[in-house]
């Protein structure tokens, strides 16, 4: 279980400024998303789990985009825009300026590290403190650490300095020990250190690695704590990386849920967002997305080839091959194969939506059942009815959109149109193939019936030279013999 630390000594500076250019995206890097949450939503409600007295984010690339979604993911937080002066020891120099007077302790985030655990933040925290270090550095040790900075240590193992992957030595990159972002510093000689970071670097950026030289040089202690996984410590610099994140974190999730009681076939292709929720005794089968907030309820079957995004699932309920967003199934209830579920469907207690079936703004009551190949639209639909092979609601006239009302009991025939706006009364029943344009009375039989016509000769005129004219022409002229003969032999 994660530790809270209820700490007014300890505050929390996130950097969100960078562009990514390595993402090659129009959307900033910290809000690619991943597990439903944008990179930094994850850093923010890690270092909430902290409970610090300051949450200080630091924004510059497109600046409102990521300090709207910042807010939105944690709304007590402080947005300080960076200035023109590019590199991480600035964004951090500006982020002090909202913490005047404090003296506890720093915790510098990155926003493109969404897999940090609370658990590793608060074993950092205790190292610093019981170590009294000016600064405590996370690393962590990587097979490839191709793009990161490197941890240079002293020949004692202490750490002497941090360089990154552009100004690293061939003996410096060869390091495989690398900074994982994450520090935490005492605020005084935070203050005292860094407006000495220069910029004589290949970047010509303020390095905040820079304050790590600064401290050994003032003679400060700088600590180090390793990473207990370092999968969990790596920054998000493209699409690789990004998608080697999400596994990750999904790979975490539905282990989660797994210990927690859900029976989960292939966690390989099955994706769970953190934001969702599973009861114990669950069945999740293969090839199945539950996302958002999405909740599904003790004994339900969900899957396989299932994608639920911000459902309710009921206890008991089975959902098979179907999609469905922002719907509610019901305990007990049965959702597929092949159906979609649109914005604003309920499907009650023990009702079920079969295959092929679109549901969309429509409330389907107990024990109700719409078997296939049906379009249910602004419908509400009582208990205890079924809907024939091919119902459909026409709810939109070309520029509004009208309800159905069908009540208890209703049975209908196959092949039916309620043209909306019209009511269908309890126990009611229609015909085969009826177009229902008018308000049913309970009990009623409604049916739409034109006799039928058939014109002879219709296809050899119409379509000559066809093959279905050669074969018709073919069957009359059969019919006509066989008609001759038999008035030979009634003769």
Not at 219 to 231: G, K
Not at 406 to 428: C, L
Request: hydrophobic share 45%.
């Amino acid at each position: 279980m994660t530790e809270n630390i209820v700490d007014a000594r300890l505050a929390v500076i996130v950097l969100a400024a960078g562009q990514g250019t390595r993402m090659k995206s129009s959307v900033p890097k910290v809000l690619h998303r991943i597990g439903g949450r944008s990179l930094v939503g994850h850093v923010l409600e890690t270092a909430a789990s902290l409970s610090p007295e300051r949450v200080v984010v630091v924004v510059r690339h497109e600046r409102d985009l990521v300090a709207e979604a910042v807010v939105d993911a944690a709304p007590g937080v402080v947005v300080v825009d960076q200035d023109h002066v590019p590199g991480t020891g600035r964004a951090v120099e500006m982020a002090l300026e909202q913490l005047p007077g404090f003296d506890g302790d720093i915790l510098v985030l990155s926003g493109d590290v969404p897999l940090i655990e609370a658990d590793t933040l608060a074993g950092l925290v205790r190292t610093h403190r019981d170590g009294a270090a000016a600064a405590t550095v996370l690393s962590a040790r990587v097979d490839d650490a191709t793009g990161y900075g490197r941890v240079i240590r002293d020949p004692d193992g202490a750490v002497q300095r941090i360089v990154e992957q552009k100004d690293a030595t061939a003996a410096e990159a060869s390091v495989s020990e690398i900074n994982a972002g994450v520090y935490v510093f005492q605020a005084p000689a935070l203050r005292a250190h860094i407006s000495l970071i220069g910029t004589a670097n290949v970047q010509g950026e303020m390095y905040l690695t820079d304050v790590v030289a600064l401290l050994r040089d003032s003679r400060l202690a700088v600590a180090v704590s390793m990473a207990p996984d370092a999968a969990t410590a790596l920054g998000v610099n493209d699409r690789v990386q990004l998608a080697e994140a999400a596994r990750v974190l999904n790979a975490r999730t539905v282990r989660k849920w797994q210990l927690a009681g859900a029976t989960i076939l292939d966690p390989a292709t099955t994706w769970i967002d953190v934001t969702a929720k599973l009861a114990p005794d669950v069945t999740v089968l293969p090839n199945t997305h539950i996302l958002r907030a999405t909740v599904i309820d003790e004994g339900a079957t969900v899957g396989p080839d299932t994608s639920l995004v911000d459902c309710e699932v009921g206890a008991g309920a089975t959902v098979t091959r179907a999609d469905a967003t922002l719907a509610v199934i019901g305990a007990g209830a049965n959702v597929g194969p092949f159906a979609y579920l649109r914005p604003g469907t309920y499907l009650g207690e023990n009702g079920k939506i079969g295959t092929f079936v679109e549901t969309k703004n429509s409330t389907i009551g107990a024990g109700s059942k719409v078997p296939h190949l049906s379009y249910i639209g602004d419908t509400r639909i009582g208990t205890g009815v079924n809907l024939g092979a091919g119902a459909i609601t026409a709810n939109y006239d070309d520029i509004t959109k009208h309800r159905t009302e069908i009540g208890d009991e209703v049975h209908t025939g196959s092949h039916n149109v309620f043209v909306a706006p019209v009511r269908i009364g309890d126990g009611a029943k229609t015909g085969a193939g009826a177009v229902i344009r008018k308000d049913v009375p309970a009990g009623a039989l409604a049916l739409s019936i034109a006799p039928q016509r058939n014109i002879e000769g219709w296809v050899e005129t119409n379509r000559p030279g066809t093959a279905a004219a050669h074969v018709a022409a073919q069957a009359r002229s059969a019919q006509k013999a066989d008609d001759g003969a038999q008035e030979s032999e009634d003769g």
